[in-house]
């Protein structure tokens, strides 16, 4: 009887090992995030106190972060980069992801897989290389040189070939007898059709683009061309830590990553996932 | 038909435009580099003044204890991946349950961290494990320790909050591969293995896992990916410390490179390492992907 009635109940899928379970789990992710976020509103005393309630220095934290460091800067720059970085990546890939599939032919299936073989080239064994480059080609500090190599990746080309093949090829046809230039049936039809792919690509390519540290400290070193996680990393660097102020810069980094996963939340996992389907 | 076969053609010329912007730069960033990069781990010197050594980096590499030590460190942060895994296989069964209660507030939830930016999460997390730190007050407030534990001071414990930091960031984002695995599984199937009265385990088991195998192979491979080229963590938690005891490869081909007096040429040659370890994962990713 006993054993029947906890089977029924996990057949239902609400038994409550499960649900403390999930609650344990919701808590723990929730947690840093919300200490994050409540810490930006207390002074650096309380946040040291591990004060979890809401406080009233926000503005007094957002007045010491915009006077005393590199935050304007690093937000401009942050700003730049990312959506500069977006709309080449998502302009680029999705041209070529689409010709892969459209134009499709024996050379470029085998192109295709060439760029592929890109994907298991680490970033640390191209770091010294291409600063030495950029050196060279005076990209250093400049939103091209931190841009570029987001701009073309194959996990993004990849994604937007997969998802050419259910585009149905009548329509190009169709536009071809309404007249329209190749790029033009791309952009006109192509384009809206397509739009929650084009999404995907965004959420993703600005997402790499906004929480890039490494790059950023290879190719941004001057003070005017840092980057937001730059300039977060660095304020531990003194001999005393505002908290307030530095979570406070944390939250404000988050939040356009927040807001696209509220807005987002089916491409964003779409996107995430994206690569098991190819 | 000859006019269409000349434009056939036209538009496969015109396709190769389409594609070249975004080969070409993928030659510059990535394959260039890769090829510059073995070339450049056979010298020595610096950006002006570089001297062929042949493979003398290399042979450097088996006598220099630091980067023993990070190579170590990286292996250790592996250990997570199964146990990480594990938790997110379970949560994203628990999630795909067809009448979970709260189903998609608990979905926000889990997935939540992986919105927060590697930086920011990684401060959140110093300032939480910091000796009078969250953390220890807590501990503290529900007496299970006396003394604050200095977390950040110890080689073992340091390194335990990166693994926990690795842990809360990448669960979640695991979850949405098995979540989007597990939908595609017909649901017949577990009807039909109720009916046989199988138990839940027993259906994770034997459904579940075979099911969902090439999903968890390419998960595997991505964390171990993401792993061997782990840096923000421990450089924004840690600072690579106490004493080196949380450097990882890619920590110290950045300190080679742009934190000392530079040496390209031996940094490039731990790059290379890398490069052969991350080549060989992705050649048995390949291998077994095509098998499917």
Redesign the interface.
């Known amino acids: 009887m006993n054993k029947h009635g906890s089977f029924s109940r996990s057949r239902s899928g609400n038994d409550i090992p499960s649900h403390v379970f999930l609650i344990i789990v919701s808590v723990i992710s929730v947690f840093p995030l919300y200490y994050m976020v409540v810490s930006s509103t207390n002074t650096s005393v309380d946040v040291l106190k591990a004060r979890l309630l809401p406080g009233t220095a926000l503005l007094e934290n957002l007045n010491t972060l915009v006077t005393t460091t590199e935050f304007l800067v690093g937000l401009r720059n942050s700003l730049a980069v990312a959506i500069v970085g977006t709309l080449f990546a998502v302009a680029v890939t999705s041209l070529a992801g689409y010709a892969f599939e459209i134009y499709h032919d024996k050379v470029k299936d085998f192109t295709m897989s060439f760029l592929m073989l890109s994907i298991m080239i680490p970033q640390a064994a191209t770091l010294i290389p291409m600063y030495l480059l950029f050196a060279k080609m005076g990209l250093l500090n400049s939103v091209a040189g931190y841009v570029l190599p987001f701009v073309s990746t194959a996990f993004l080309i990849m994604l937007f070939r997969q998802n050419t093949r259910s585009f149905p090829y009548e329509i190009v046809e169709a536009g071809r007898l309404d007249g329209l230039s190749e790029l033009g049936i791309f952009v006109r039809l192509f384009f809206p059709i397509m739009r929650p792919v084009f999404a995907t690509a965004v959420i993703v390519s600005f997402m790499n683009i906004w929480n890039e540290y490494l790059w950023a400290l290879v190719v941004m070193q001057s003070p005017d061309s840092k980057t937001l996680p730059v300039v977060l990393a660095g304020m531990t660097a003194g001999y005393t830590v505002d908290y307030g102020m530095m979570m406070l810069l944390a939250t404000i980094s988050t939040i356009p990553l927040a807001l696209m996963f509220f807005l987002l939340q089916k491409s964003f996992t779409a996107g995430i996932a994206g690569s098991v389907k190819s | 038909m000859l006019k269409k076969m000349g434009q056939e053609k036209k538009?496969?010329l015109?396709?190769?435009l389409?594609?070249l912007?975004?080969?070409?730069?993928?030659l510059?960033?990535?394959?260039?580099?890769?090829v510059?990069?073995f070339l450049?781990s056979l010298t020595s010197g610096t950006?002006n003044n570089q001297t062929f050594v042949g493979l003398q980096n290399y042979a450097r590499l088996a006598k220099d204890s630091l980067f023993t030590t990070s190579l170590f460190n990286t292996v250790i942060f592996l250990v997570q991946i199964p146990l990480m895994l594990m938790?997110a296989l379970?949560?994203a069964s628990?999630?795909n349950?067809?009448?979970?209660?709260?189903k998609g507030?608990?979905r926000?939830?889990?997935?939540?961290?992986?919105?927060?930016?590697?930086?920011?999460?990684?401060?959140?997390?110093?300032?939480?494990f910091s000796t009078?730190?969250?953390i220890n007050?807590?501990l503290m407030s529900w007496g299970l320790i006396d003394t604050e534990i200095q977390w950040l001071a110890d080689p073992w414990l340091a390194r335990l909050v990166i693994l926990l930091a690795m842990t809360?960031r990448w669960t979640?984002?695991n979850t949405?591969?098995y979540?989007?695995?597990l939908q595609s599984i017909d649901k017949s199937i577990y009807e039909a293995a109720?009916l046989d009265g199988a138990s839940?385990w027993k259906q994770l088991t034997d459904i579940t896992i075979p099911m969902l195998s090439p999903?968890i192979l390419?998960t595997v491979i991505n964390s171990i990916?993401g792993t061997?080229?782990l840096?923000?963590e421990t450089?924004?938690i840690t600072?690579y410390g106490p004493g080196n005891a949380t450097i990882t490869?890619?920590n110290y081909?950045?300190k080679l490179?742009?934190e000392y007096l530079p040496q390209?040429g031996y940094?490039?040659a731990i790059?290379?390492i890398?490069?052969i370890i991350?080549?060989v994962?992705?050649?048995i990713q390949m291998k077994v992907g095509d098998k499917r």
């Open positions: 538009r496969r015109l396709g190769w389409f594609i912007p975004g080969a070409a730069i993928i510059l960033v990535r394959f260039y580099p890769m510059s990069a450049l950006m938790l379970v949560l628990l999630l349950r067809e009448n979970l209660k709260f507030l608990y926000t939830l889990v997935f939540i961290p992986c919105v927060t930016a590697g930086v920011s999460y990684s401060m959140v997390f110093r300032s939480m009078t730190g969250l007050q807590l809360w979640g984002y949405i591969f979540l989007s695995g109720e839940k999903i390419l990916n061997l080229q840096f923000t450089k924004a600072a490869l890619s081909i950045f490179s742009f390209y940094a490039a790059s290379y890398v490069f991350v080549a994962l992705a050649l």
